[in-house]
């Protein structure tokens, strides 16, 4: 399958498993297996939108918004239980607002699941964490 690095953003070919214990990027050595959100941007959203096998879950937030600020731990802590099966993403809004404006987000947080590069769910407003994780198993 393929994954987009969450460091250098280059795209590699992984095994499907159940459980990975060490996964490298060919390119940057780094692992694969960081679940750290990226931040996508105008310049890097279609590419790994589209060179992600995995689905890839997107929180469109802005730094002023404070649901979003109670959101962005939930996200963080949610994203580590899903390493090469979910990749999670932050759009901030108010750097990337065409990409706001592409999708038509009119409230935040806004989360958005795409798979096979087409978007497949879409939620508006804060996530707890059970919430959250049974939504991304949902779509995994």
């Known amino acids: 399958m ?12 992984v095994p499907k498993k159940d459980e990975y214990k060490k996964a490298n990027c060919g390119k940057c050595k780094e692992s694969l297996l960081d679940t750290k959100p990226i931040e996508l941007t105008n310049n890097n959203f279609d590419e790994v939108v589209v060179n992600s096998d995995i689905s890839v879950i997107v929180d469109f937030w802005a730094p002023w918004c404070g649901p979003c ?27 990337e607002q065409n990409l706001g404006a592409r999708f038509g987000i ?11 590069g087409k978007e497949v769910y879409r939620a508006s407003g804060a996530l707890d964490e059970t919430t959250l994780s049974r939504l991304v198993l ?3």
Do not use: D, W
Not at 2 to 7: D, G
């Open 106 to 116: 009119r409230s935040i947080p806004t989360l958005m699941i795409f798979k096979n």
């Open 2 to 13: 393929r994954i987009v690095c969450p460091h250098c953003l280059s795209v590699n070919n």
């Open 69 to 95: 600020k109670m959101m962005g731990p939930v996200f963080e802590k949610t994203a580590t239980k899903f390493p090469l099966k979910t990749l999670f993403a932050k759009v901030n809004t108010e750097n």
């Open 138 to 140: 949902q779509y995994n």
